[in-house]
């Protein structure tokens, strides 16, 4: 008896602990003509965390060869994505941002940043990517620049074709800037504009982008901010750095042209854009239908719980008895 008892208990307890190593996480589209799976990691059978849509697995556009710069799927697992649309799916994270596209079902992008931020009135992000290793050095070359990426899930999926082995990221309208970026992206109030905040030859000053069309429209120095080379090399945006950034867009009116210190300068004009950079969709208002307030199969996983409990108990009053 007392040996049946307790097969069953491990039995009980194998099949929870296998059941919690292995689960999904599912989520609808508004309305209701997509679901997107985030299946984990199950060590039994091999099988590693992955996207799937209706069930099938979907393939990412391109890697980035540098392994630091691939966020991976685990992290999904601590957070809920946000439906842009019923088309495509945005994953976000202190560290970096994910975009699926339910439709041709593919990972557009999934990335790693030093920073980014997303416009306050649209469905796009202004991104500083991951800063190379070239950057651990003992001081600067006065050569730096920081490469920045204007992020629009349409403009991604329009242009997926131009991905190659050479050119795994020819799909994100991208632009480098002269010197360090020394803050993460700072967006004007009606999204219009985007400061990023960088430093050259000792000085630092906010280049003003049109997000439209990644046009330069104007420089405004930041006479006010002064870094040391320690900061200057860090890897990562210090949060210090950040606010001061902030202040001194506000106290030098970087987004006002009339009281900007700096007038216009004359457009710079980066690599093209894809025409469906510009949001002309309003129904693009974020929203998630999280199906998972609670695990998948949580009732399982309750009745298994207190089914494991009650052997247990039993086998304990067994055992005393015996004895």
Not at 115 to 130: F, L
Not at 160 to 177: L, Y
Not at 218 to 239: A, F, N, Y
Not at 264 to 273: I, N
């Amino acid at each position: 008896m007392k040996t049946q008892i307790t097969s069953a208990f491990w039995c009980v307890v194998l099949m929870l602990l296998a059941h919690c190593a292995c689960h999904a996480r599912d989520w609808s589209s508004p309305d209701g003509s997509a679901t997107l799976t985030l299946q984990t990691a199950n060590p039994s059978t091999g099988s590693l965390d992955h996207l799937l849509i209706e069930g099938t697995p979907i393939k990412f556009v391109s890697h980035s060869p540098i392994r630091r710069e691939n966020h991976g799927f685990d992290w999904m697992n601590s957070v809920s994505p946000t439906w842009l649309g019923n088309r495509f799916v945005a994953f976000e994270d202190d560290m970096g941002l994910c975009l699926v596209d339910t439709q041709q079902r593919t990972i557009l992008l999934d990335q790693v940043f030093t920073a980014y931020t997303k416009s306050p009135n649209s469905d796009m992000w202004v991104a500083i990517r991951y800063r190379p290793t070239s950057r651990n050095q003992e001081k600067l070359t006065g050569n730096e620049k920081d490469t920045v990426w204007f992020i629009k899930p349409a403009a991604l999926a329009e242009s997926t074709q131009m991905v190659t082995d050479d050119n795994p990221f020819a799909h994100v309208a991208a632009v480098q800037v002269n010197g360090i970026s020394v803050a993460s992206p700072h967006w004007s109030e009606d999204g219009a504009g985007v400061a990023i905040i960088r430093q050259l030859d000792g000085k630092v000053a906010a280049d003003v982008f049109d997000p439209k069309t990644i046009v330069l429209v104007r420089t405004v120095p930041l006479q006010d901010m002064t870094l040391t080379q320690e900061q200057l090399l860090s890897v990562w945006i210090i949060p210090e750095i950040d606010r001061m950034a902030s202040e001194a867009i506000k106290a030098n009116h970087v987004f006002d042209m009339e009281k900007s210190q700096m007038k216009p300068t004359r457009s710079v004009k980066y690599p093209k854009v894809p025409s469906e950079l510009t949001n002309t969709d309003p129904a693009t208002s974020p929203t998630s239908r999280d199906k998972t307030k609670f695990p998948p199969g949580f009732p399982i996983m309750l009745v298994a719980i207190v089914a494991a409990v009650i052997i247990g108990i039993v086998f304990f009053i067994l055992r005393r008895k015996s004895t």
